[in-house]
């Protein structure tokens, strides 16, 4: 059984088609509301799919962590990471599922287009260097938020940031259990003004992997 999350913060414009696109490759759908002042609760409360709310916002990382425990206790066997703005197109969730079946983790890895911001290109290629330094793995996008993972790795790579770090602390934990990995390569449609991974969560996130790699070795 394969359940879709859907972390969301503000994102009234986008959630209703992000719902009913995922509809068609998922009967099983998560939206969690981190804290949204927007009405982004009440629609996807609507659509018909598993509504959980945040009282405040919490994070990204806490938002999925959410829908993810709530998924596990409702028997899920695979879960699928998708943004909330419509960045993701949900037409690749049967190649995650397929590419799932022999490894613990599929990683999405955006291609590199114009529209891409300037600080996400750079950012992707400092923190992707980080991470093959200090973990030796080699993923070009450290901070694609497409990803899928069986419920068995989930319990493994359980992360504790709340932010968008949990992205790399994912990672952290796929190299510190030694677990198998495949990538998509995706599409990702920027609609909006870029509104993630800011250079200072970059500089937080590189700071966190060195945090996380010396508590390994201790």
């Known amino acids: 059984m394969t359940w879709v999350i859907i972390p969301a913060y503000n994102e009234q414009k986008y959630i209703s088609n992000v719902i009913k696109d995922v509809k ?3 009967k099983n ?9 927007d009405e982004t609760f009440k629609i996807a409360k609507k659509s018909g ?10 994070g990204k990382g806490a938002a999925l962590k959410t829908g993810c425990d709530y998924a596990l206790k409702h028997g899920a066997e695979r879960l699928i990471a998708v943004d909330a703005d419509g960045q993701h197109d949900p037409k690749d969730i049967p190649i995650f599922v397929k590419r799932l079946k022999n490894v613990d983790i ?4 955006r291609k590199l287009n114009k529209k891409m911001p300037i600080v996400l290109k750079f950012g992707n290629w400092f923190l992707s260097w980080v991470t093959k330094l200090l973990y030796n793995i080699d993923i070009k996008d450290t901070q694609c938020g497409y990803r899928a993972f069986t419920s068995k790795t989930y319990k493994k790579i359980r992360w504790r940031a709340s932010d968008y770090s949990m992205e790399s602390e994912i990672i952290a934990n796929v190299g510190k259990n030694g677990l198998k990995y ?3 390569q995706i599409d990702t449609i920027y609609s909006d003004k870029y509104k993630g991974t800011t250079v ?6 590189a700071f966190n992997l060195l945090v996380w790699k010396l508590r390994r070795q201790k």
């Open 200 to 205: 200072a969560d970059g500089v937080r996130i």
């Open 106 to 109: 599929v990683f999405g890895i």
């Open 49 to 58: 799919v598993v509504a959980l709310k945040h009282v405040v916002n919490l």
């Open 182 to 184: 495949d990538f998509v």
């Open 24 to 26: 068609k490759y998922s």
């Open 29 to 37: 759908i998560i939206v969690v509301d981190d804290g949204s002042s």
